[in-house]
Every structure is written in C-alpha cells, then in structure tokens.
C-alpha cells in the first residue's frame, strides 16, 4: 500500500529536477560535439561516465546506507553543478574530458542511487504499473518544458543562464525528500553474494533497456549531422517523444497490470528497434513522426520493465536490490560502448548497438522458453 504523502513528496522531487536536469542533459552530447569534440570524444566521455560510475554506485550506496540517501543525492547536485561551470569553458583536451566524465558520473550516481532508492521504498510491491505512470507523466511533462526553455536559452543566451536556473532548481528540489522517513537498515553490503542471488533474466532485461540511453545519447549528433545541426531541432525532437509517452500513459497507462508481462517486453523491444532503424534511414524531418511512434513504443517498455524492478524486489534487501540495478545498469552501457571506439561511421556505431540489442533479446526470449518449458513439465 502506497503512503499518499511521501507519494505527493517524491513527485514534487521528481518533477522538479526532472525539469533541473533535462536543461542541460537532453543537450550535452551534441553540446560537447558542437563545441569542438569529435564523436569518438563524446563517446570516450559517455564510456567513462559508465564504467567509473562501477565503484562509484557501490561507494554512494555504502554512504546512503551509513547517512541518508538525500545526502547522496546532495553530494551528485554540487557535481552537477561543477560540471556545467566547466562546461561553460570548455577546452578541447583528454585531461578536460576525464574530469568532467568523473564529475557527471558522480552526479549520476548521486543522483539516481538515492532516486531509486526512495522509489524503490515508497512503490507497492504489486499493481505498480499505474502509481508509476503517474511519476512518469509528471517526469516526461517537466522534459518537455526543459526541452523548449532550455533550446530557447542555449540559442539565445549561453550556458551560464542555464547553470543558474538548474542549480537553484536541483537545490529546491530535495526539500521535500528531506521529510520523508524511513527506517535504517543498518545491511552488510555482501554484493558477491547476492549477484549469484539476483535472478539472471534481470541481468538480460535491464542491460537490454539501457543500452537504449546509449541511443538516446548517439541519435542527436547524428540528426545534427544528417538533418540539422541546431538545438532547437533536439530539444523540439524530445519533446515530440515526450508528449507522445504522455499520451500513451493517458490511454494505456493500466495496460501492463495484465499478466503476460513478458510478452510485452518482447514485443516493446522489438518495436524500439524498428523505430531506430527508421530514424537511421530516414534523413528528413519526417524524422519527427518516428520519433512520436518510438516515444509510445519506450513507454510501453519502460512500463514492461519496471513492473520487473518494482514488483520483483523482494528477492533480496532493498540496499543490494538497488546496487545490483545500478551496477547492471552502468556496466551494460560501458561494455557496448568501448567497441564503438574503433568504428568511424555513426550508422555503424548505432548498427552495432541495434545488434546487441537483438542478442540480447534472443537470449532472453531463449532462456524464458526453457524456464517455461521446465515449469510445464515439473
């Protein structure tokens, strides 16, 4: 049973530095390639961000567990903001790249350990699709609002404004968590033994979703190559993908409480590859449409694959549960993209990522045939 007023707490957090956020995040790949770097660059950044956001997850959840979480959250707000002072003069060197790559990943890890902490907390442990459309709702409602406000200001005015707005805005937002209470745990962090716990299907499922972030992160640098380079077309593009993810809440939003949960995930995925092949051969702005379509398709799958994470968490203590989606999460995303770094075509690069998608689909749709098949025979 969810408690209506940390439900309330988290969604004013949640709205918030959704909107703090996406100012600047919707927009740095191709800020960093507009500003000098090559694409390999920006991609060494992302795989760095990834793979030294490893320990970082197990360090910030080792803190969260001895302080608060929203102390957590706080230290990835000031690395948040120390990235975008750098940003604001940017110098086209490795040693530049390495910092702010090991800034933002502790902004991210800060960030989204205590995040997914106080979900995780707050969720109910069944019929979790629903609650959670409406977090996702408000959360794609405050991108949209990022992408039109924050194109406006990179194009119009500089970063500086928008480091302004976003760290007033991210220091506001953790007021409310601060009222929320939760008992401590006090957990062992014993992460050897509760990784052979975890159920390895997960393993598949989540690495599977976020190698979507990796596209997420490719496909603005290659519109920018292919149909415009400007920030308006980018952040006009999210929103195009938000409001269709809005919509589709509003009309589907209970559609995952059914039980063939699998299926969905299956068929999401599926239709989130078609979508980005067709943004890949298609270089017009009949783009737009595509990504109306893939914005509903990513709903769907955020929906199928969340309802795993929060409805399966009882295998295990919150504190690893968390740790374990984190490390899967950033390990998943820097082991596909070191091999990006010897390719020099973007379709490449995005080809490439399409594939192991699809291996990992194969592999999923294989090991959960066998399981079904065992489970009819015993």
Not at 315 to 340: K, S, V, W
């Amino acid at each position: 049973m969810i408690k209506t007023n940390e439900y309330i707490k988290f969604n004013i957090f949640s709205f918030i530095s959704t909107f703090a956020r996406s100012l600047i995040e919707i927009f740095i790949s191709l800020y960093l390639f507009k500003n000098g770097f090559s694409l390999k660059q920006v991609l060494l950044f992302y795989f760095l961000v990834n793979i030294s956001a490893i320990p970082l997850s197990y360090l910030f959840v080792k803190i969260g567990e001895k302080t608060k979480y929203i102390f957590v959250i706080f230290i990835g707000i000031i690395a948040f903001i120390s990235v975008q002072m750098l940003l604001r003069n940017i110098i086209n060197t490795n040693t530049y790249l390495v910092l702010i790559a090991i800034l933002y990943s502790i902004y991210r890890r800060g960030y989204w350990v205590g995040r997914r902490f106080y979900i995780t907390k707050i969720m109910p442990t069944d019929k979790s699709s629903g609650v959670f459309s409406i977090i996702m709702v408000l959360s794609q409602i405050a991108s949209i609002l990022a992408g039109i406000i924050g194109a406006k200001i990179l194009t119009d005015f500089s970063i500086t404004n928008l480091t302004i707005l976003s760290s007033v805005l991210l220091f506001i937002s953790i007021i409310p968590l601060a009222t929320i209470k939760y008992s401590k745990t006090e957990n062992k962090i014993c992460l050897k033994d509760n990784l052979k716990k975890y159920n390895k299907n997960n393993y598949i499922i989540f690495s599977m979703y976020e190698l979507n972030n990796l596209l997420l992160f490719i496909f603005p640098i290659y519109i920018a190559i292919s149909i415009e380079n400007s920030y308006t077309l980018a952040g006009s593009l999210s929103i195009i993908s938000n409001v269709a993810i809005i919509l589709c809440v509003l009309l589907f939003g209970k559609i995952l409480n059914l039980k063939k949960n699998k299926s969905y995930i299956v068929i999401c995925t599926i239709l989130v590859i078609l979508c980005a092949l067709s943004k890949l051969y298609i270089s017009s702005y009949i783009i737009a449409a595509i990504y109306f379509i893939e914005g509903i398709v990513t709903k769907l799958q955020n929906q199928s694959v969340n309802k795993i994470y929060f409805e399966n968490r009882g295998d295990m203590d919150l504190t690893h549960y968390n740790l374990i989606y984190q490390i899967t999460e950033c390990f998943g995303r820097a082991i596909i993209t070191l091999p990006l770094l010897l390719l020099s075509d973007i379709r490449q690069m995005i080809l490439f990522v399409i594939i192991v998608i699809i291996i990992l689909l194969i592999a999923y749709k294989i090991i959960n045939t066998k399981e079904s098949s065992y489970s009819i025979r015993t």
